[in-house]
């Protein structure tokens, strides 16, 4: 039998074309009724009415996940895809790595890209914390399976039998992890006691993403990125007049088991509802249909850390601090510095965490990062962190940003996810 033919293409360029994202809401606002389908099918179709890709086959492929989601959502990229302007015959697919869902979902498209798999795709993720799933008590869940694997009605009034009132509670969401039951803020609020990241260096970095993002809206550099939704323009979010003062009059929220706790609402992230896109496409793809890249997906990475002993013992390898190794592998692959990037986009989970990733990155040998280029157009602390949707809009964010200057450009992309991960990625324009 003779060998399966293949032909090899080699690796292309992957170019990000463009994004489109919904504007994001604090939970329990004005998305507290949307599901996740309808707001990520918003974003997708502001996506496919911006580029013009409603013909048929105008795009190879959609992914896209999301971390709250309800059993009704297990093909929710797929059932976005057949509500929306896409061609209904766009295959689609779920992914999900928690804060670093969006991200991973560009990877995943960019390889088969680069691999010449496809021509093109769009990537994304969406979030609703309005909208949680509320599970079954566990114990009601078992009597109800009893139930049904009763053979007898006999049998099953038996089973039935055995509901209390107890069993009427329903397990609610918790924003903790299994391993620790600690929830993502006390997890970095331990991080930020072993770096010693202090509250006004957290307060001066929460109030300048607010006051960037305000910049960035006013300069109309979103006019191209965010569409409307449910009677929100902008990131509700935002306070454009925050202050290191009036935000050094809040009170700690999270580490209160200590003296000299340091992490407040204003410094850390809201729970959030959004979506986000991204067009990815073949340099050929985008020169067809007369697009412009805005940049280039060169290089990423992954990395995780072992945070259940490592906050437990109070060491440095917290749940959040896994872009610490991610980047420097990703760096020295690559041949580059943090000197070489023009601008830096760090995932804000936590001012304190942003800021313990960047003294990892010091102590691992990276050169500082100037805060003049870090979330230069804000970033999570002022537009909110829908935790799937995160990713592809910092990707969509740093591409129109790296388009904007003149010249060639490289920007570095940061995201700690839950369960101790991190992604990474390097975009650039020629």
Same mark, same amino acid.
């Given at each position: 039998?003779?060998?399966?033919?293949?032909?090899?293409?080699?690796?292309?360029?992957?170019?990000?074309?463009?994004?489109?994202?919904?504007?994001?809401?604090?939970? $329990?606002?004005?998305? =507290?009724?949307?599901?996740?389908?309808?707001? +990520?099918?918003?974003?997708?179709?502001?996506?496919?009415?911006?580029?013009?890709?409603?013909?048929?086959?105008?795009? !190879?492929?959609?992914?896209?996940?999301?971390?709250?989601?309800?059993?009704?959502?297990?093909?929710l990229a797929r059932e976005t895809v057949?509500?929306?302007?896409? $061609?209904?015959?766009?295959?689609?697919?779920?992914?999900?790595?928690?804060?670093?869902?969006?991200?991973?979902?560009?990877?995943?498209? =960019?390889?088969?890209?680069?691999?010449?798999?496809?021509?093109?795709?769009?990537?994304?993720?969406?979030?609703?914390?309005? #909208?949680?799933?509320?599970?079954?008590?566990?114990?009601?869940?078992?009597?109800?399976?009893?139930?049904?694997?009763?053979?007898?009605?006999?049998?099953?009034?038996?089973?039935?039998?055995?509901?209390?009132?107890?069993? +009427?509670?329903? #397990?609610?969401?918790?924003?903790?992890?299994?391993?620790?039951?600690?929830?993502?803020?006390?997890?970095?609020?331990?991080?930020?006691? =072993? %770096?010693?990241?202090?509250?006004?260096?957290?307060?001066?970095?929460?109030?300048?993403?607010?006051?960037?993002?305000?910049?960035?809206?006013?300069?109309?550099?979103f006019q191209d990125l965010v569409v409307?939704?449910? !009677?929100?323009?902008? #990131?509700?979010?935002?306070?454009?007049?925050?202050?290191?003062?009036?935000?050094?009059?809040?009170?700690?929220?999270?580490?209160?088991?200590?003296?000299?706790?340091?992490?407040?609402?204003?410094?850390?992230?809201?729970?959030?509802?959004?979506?986000?896109?991204? +067009?990815?496409?073949?340099?050929? %793809? =985008?020169?067809?249909?007369?697009?412009?890249?805005?940049?280039?997906?060169?290089?990423?990475?992954?990395?995780?850390? #072992?945070?259940?002993?490592? $906050?437990?013992?109070?060491?440095?390898?917290?749940?959040?601090?896994?872009?610490?190794?991610?980047?420097?592998?990703?760096?020295?692959?690559?041949?580059?510095?943090?000197?070489?990037?023009?601008?830096?986009?760090?995932?804000?989970?936590?001012?304190?965490?942003?800021?313990?990733?960047?003294?990892? %990155?010091?102590?691992?040998?990276?050169?500082?990062?100037d805060h003049a280029r870090l979330n230069?157009? !804000? &970033?999570?602390?002022?537009?909110?962190?829908?935790?799937?949707?995160?990713?592809?809009?910092?990707?969509?964010?740093?591409?129109?940003?790296?388009?904007?200057?003149?010249?060639?450009?490289?920007?570095?992309? &940061?995201?700690?996810?839950? !369960?101790?991960?991190?992604?990474?990625?390097?975009?650039?324009?020629?």
């Amino acid at each position: 039998m003779s060998p399966l033919r293949t032909e090899s293409r080699g690796i292309r360029r992957v170019a990000v074309v463009g994004g489109a994202r919904i504007p994001f809401a604090r939970s $329990d606002g004005p998305y =507290a009724t949307a599901s996740d389908q309808e707001m +990520l099918t918003a974003a997708l179709d502001g996506l496919v009415e911006r580029y013009g890709l409603q013909e048929p086959g105008a795009v !190879g492929e959609f992914v896209a996940g999301a971390v709250l989601k309800h059993s009704r959502d297990f093909n929710l990229a797929r059932e976005t895809v057949l509500g929306s302007r896409l $061609d209904p015959r766009t295959p689609a697919y779920d992914i999900q790595q928690a804060c670093g869902t969006g991200l991973q979902a560009v990877i995943a498209a =960019a390889n088969k890209i680069a691999l010449g798999q496809t021509e093109s795709a769009v990537a994304g993720g969406a979030d609703t914390a309005s #909208d949680a799933p509320l599970g079954v008590n566990d114990e009601l869940r078992r009597i109800l399976l009893a139930a049904r694997r009763a053979r007898t009605p006999a049998a099953r009034l038996k089973a039935l039998a055995g509901i209390r009132p107890r069993h +009427l509670v329903p #397990d609610i969401p918790r924003n903790a992890e299994p391993r620790t039951g600690l929830s993502m803020g006390e997890h970095a609020a331990v991080t930020a006691r =072993a %770096w010693g990241i202090g509250r006004a260096a957290q307060d001066a970095l929460a109030a300048a993403s607010h006051q960037r993002l305000a910049a960035a809206y006013d300069r109309g550099f979103f006019q191209d990125l965010v569409v409307p939704f449910r !009677g929100l323009e902008r #990131d509700q979010n935002l306070r454009p007049g925050s202050t290191v003062d009036k935000l050094a009059a809040l009170k700690p929220v999270f580490g209160l088991d200590r003296p000299g706790a340091t992490m407040t609402a204003g410094n850390s992230t809201p729970l959030t509802d959004g979506a986000a896109t991204v +067009l990815l496409a073949s340099e050929e %793809w =985008a020169r067809a249909r007369g697009l412009e890249p805005l940049a280039h997906l060169t290089a990423y990475e992954t990395a995780a850390v #072992d945070f259940v002993r490592g $906050d437990v013992a109070e060491g440095e390898d917290g749940l959040l601090m896994a872009p610490a190794y991610a980047v420097p592998r990703m760096l020295e692959r690559a041949g580059l510095g943090i000197e070489d990037f023009d601008l830096v986009e760090i995932h804000e989970a936590f001012a304190s965490q942003v800021l313990a990733t960047l003294a990892a %990155w010091e102590k691992r040998g990276l050169a500082p990062v100037d805060h003049a280029r870090l979330n230069v157009a !804000g &970033s999570s602390l002022a537009t909110g962190h829908p935790f799937a949707a995160t990713g592809a809009r910092v990707v969509a964010t740093l591409a129109r940003l790296l388009a904007e200057r003149e010249g060639p450009a490289r920007g570095l992309i &940061s995201v700690c996810a839950a !369960g101790g991960q991190g992604v990474t990625a390097i975009l650039e324009r020629a």
